[in-house]
């Protein structure tokens, strides 16, 4: 088995009035391809911090992040967001989704920070679609759907640049617990068909769907299951 | 590519907010209206002036007899001065600078043809004014030197008592009308000039030589008799003006025996420089204009900087998912760029159409002398471009320099 995430003394703090907030202390953790791992924790514990450096949406103070056997530090902005673009999918709480877009082109945008001549990227978005199970809802826009549609249009916005990791934040946190399963189901397909997934949440039914599951503490990581 | 697309995204963007849009558009179509709309009327009251300046010819000097007060001190009885033919003679035989000396007496009286009837100037010139005045015979002949000798009863007219008269201008030649009871047979039909300075309109007027209208029209009253107000100097160079102004007070003191440190029996006017001047007032008065207008467009351009921060504020949290997805800050920048430039070039081509309507529909309507400036119109366009970017710039680099997760956070 390949590391698709591995992180060495990761170390992360907030600048505060008199001296800086540590929240991540020497985090060591290696994540391996195909693996379904749930973080856990407390609120301030972190754990979405750690989740941040992860997908490298932040660059951490100290330590060293590698992402698929690439080293992040020292890398540039335009640099991570092509990282991002190209290997890492987000789900968020919130979905996220543009208002007044419909389902496709929300799916659709990604794309374009990712451009490929050779690509078809309305029926790649259209595929993507589908496999959230939602190819009869293209048109739809946001407030057309329920939650529930809404996470899985941001789920296929994931997908659309076939990445290798996927980063859920508390992905069914905004929804109720039958809509969660169903997510969770379809994270777990997602899993089978070779995707690492990350998520982070507080409910421990939903870390049960997880291979493993870490749980952080005060910056640290406390056990692993 | 994505160029394409980021003009796609920012296009839906506007329309989304189309109503706010709309009316940052307008500030700058106003402002651009403005633009064209006072350099437009700038550049047509600049025209007139030069067809003014074009009308009235080039390196004019005028000599004025100066009026001497009658209970004046200085003035005994003897020595108020008049100017002659002799002396406009005198002018142009002593100052080979001199390319034209014409002069002329006038008076307004009625102009009878058939049953209708005209009341027009009456002007006797002799030839130089002329040439001097840059006026060209259209139809027929000017008058010879015979003719101007003896008094004959001969006119050139202007092509509105043509006009008047005759209905169609070019029936003028041949014809006899009467002034003053008199006989006159039309020899020539002048070219049309238009106003002059004060709106006056310089076709109005019949000309005939000197001698017939002293001795003949309206000389009749022996107070008229051979006495000329003013002579008009047209000099063969700009360079020469001064010096000829003096030349000719000089030459006219001689004459009439007044010695030099006499008050002048003339006054020397430049006509050109006068008229120059005025042109030079009015291309500052047209600057000022387009320099208000300008202000305007500035203002225009300071509400887009305005409603594009507002725009990247309201969408941090779009900003902050597509920085999430894999946009770079450049991409980011560019579709707010490419916001603030398109609204500035909708605004700089409706404001361009709605300019020029207003001044196809307005400019006869108030009798507004308008030029169509393409070159403004295509460097305003441009213009609005550029202050798209420039006021643009600010909000759309704060919007690429957002951290994603604080702005993902952002409520």
Known sequence: MSIALSCHDLSHSFPMAGGSLTVLDNINLEIETGEMLAIMGPSGSGKSTLMNLL?????????????????????????????????????????????????????????????????????????????VGLGDRAGHTPNQLSGGQQQRVAIARALVNQPKILLADEPTGALDTKTGKEIMVLFKELNRSGITVILVTHEPEIAAYADRTIMVRDGKVESAT | MIQIQLVNTALSSLRRNLMRSMLTTL??????????????????????????????????????????????????????????????????????????????????????????????????????????????IQAGRTFSEQEMKSAAKVAII????????????????????????????????????????????????????????VRRVIGGNSKYQDRIKRITVQVDDPSNMDWVAAEIENVIKQRHRVADDE???????????????????????????????????????????NIMLVTVTERTREIGLRLAVGAKPADIRNQFLIESVVLCLVGALLGLALSVLALIIAGPLFGWEMVLPTNIMLLSVAGTAVIGIGFGYYPARKAANLDPIEALRYE
């Open chain 1, 55 to 131: 997908g490298c949406l932040m660059t951490p103070v100290k330590g060293r992040l590698t992402v698929l056997g690439q080293q992040t530090a020292g890398m540039s902005r335009e640099q991570l967001a092509e990282l991002r673009s190209q290997h890492i999918g987000f789900v968020f709480q919130q979905f996220n989704l543009l208002a007044r877009t419909s389902a496709q082109d929300n799916v659709q945008m990604p794309l374009m920070y990712n451009p490929d001549p050779t690509r078809d990227d309305e029926q790649q978005a259209r595929h993507c679609l589908e496999m």
């Open chain 2, 27 to 136: 500030g700058i179509i106003i402002g651009i209206s403005a633009v064209i709309i006072m350099f437009a009327l700038g550049e047509g009251a600049q025209k007139k002036v030069e067809q003014q300046i074009e009308a009235l010819g080039t390196n004019l000097l005028m000599v004025k007899s100066s009026s001497v007060s009658a209970g004046g001190a200085k003035g005994a009885a003897g020595n108020v001065q008049k100017l002659t033919l002799d002396d406009v003679a005198a002018l142009k035989r002593e100052i080979p600078q001199i390319v034209a000396a014409g002069t002329s007496v006038n008076a307004q009286a009625q102009v009878v043809w058939g049953n209708e009837n005209w009341n027009t100037r009456i002007e006797g010139i002799n030839l130089d004014v002329l040439s001097a005045h840059h006026w060209e």
């Open chain 2, 158 to 213: 202007g092509e509105t008592v043509a006009e008047e008269l005759f209905g169609i201008a070019s029936m003028a030649v041949g014809e006899t009308i009467r002034i003053n009871k008199i006989p006159i047979l039309v020899i020539g039909l002048l070219k049309g000039k238009g106003e002059d300075m004060r709106g006056s309109d310089l076709d109005d007027t019949v000309m005939l030589p000197f001698s017939t209208a």
């Open chain 2, 263 to 305: 008050p002048s029996p003339v006054r020397v006017m430049n006509l050109s420089q006068m008229m120059e001047t005025r042109a030079e007032a009015s291309q500052v008065f047209s600057s000022l204009l387009a320099g208000v207008a300008g202000v305007s467009l500035l203002v225009g351009g300071i509400g887009v900087m």
